[in-house]
């Protein structure tokens, strides 16, 4: 399996791309973050983990709280994945890579 499906899972949802949003701009807790949507904590908690999972926010406990912060080494490998990807002098990379990418690793009969 791609190290890139968990990430643009991730990605895919709307209320996760604006939780990233938000924590471009600076580092928030959980309630802070939940603070900005109409839903409920434990679907923040949720949104979070899988954020978390896909490696693209980090957090830290200070004090009583946990502080989230955007984990920009994951997008830059992204972006330059992507880059890569149409980049039309890596013709060949971007046939295996997109072979890789999108299946799931299992060799084909």
């Known amino acids: 399996m791609s190290p890139y499906n ?3 899972k991730a990605l895919a ?5 604006r939780i990233i949003r938000y924590l ?3 580092s928030m807790t959980a309630g802070e973050i939940a ?3 109409n839903i409920s904590k434990p ?3 949720h949104h979070l983990n899988i954020l978390k999972q ?5 957090d830290e406990r200070k004090g009583q709280n946990i ?3 955007l984990n920009t080494s994951v997008f830059e490998e992204v972006m330059r994945m992507l880059l890569d990807f149409f980049d039309k002098d890596k013709k060949d990379e971007n046939l295996n ?4 990418d999108l299946d799931d690793g299992k060799e084909k009969s």
Do not use: M, N, Q
């Open 6 to 8: 968990d990430t643009f």
């Open 13 to 17: 949802d709307p209320t996760r791309r």
């Open 54 to 58: 896909a490696g693209l926010i980090d």
């Open 35 to 37: 603070e900005k949507f």
């Open 43 to 45: 679907s923040i908690s």
């Open 97 to 100: 890579l997109r072979e890789g």
């Open 67 to 69: 502080v989230y912060s």
């Open 24 to 26: 471009k701009e600076r």
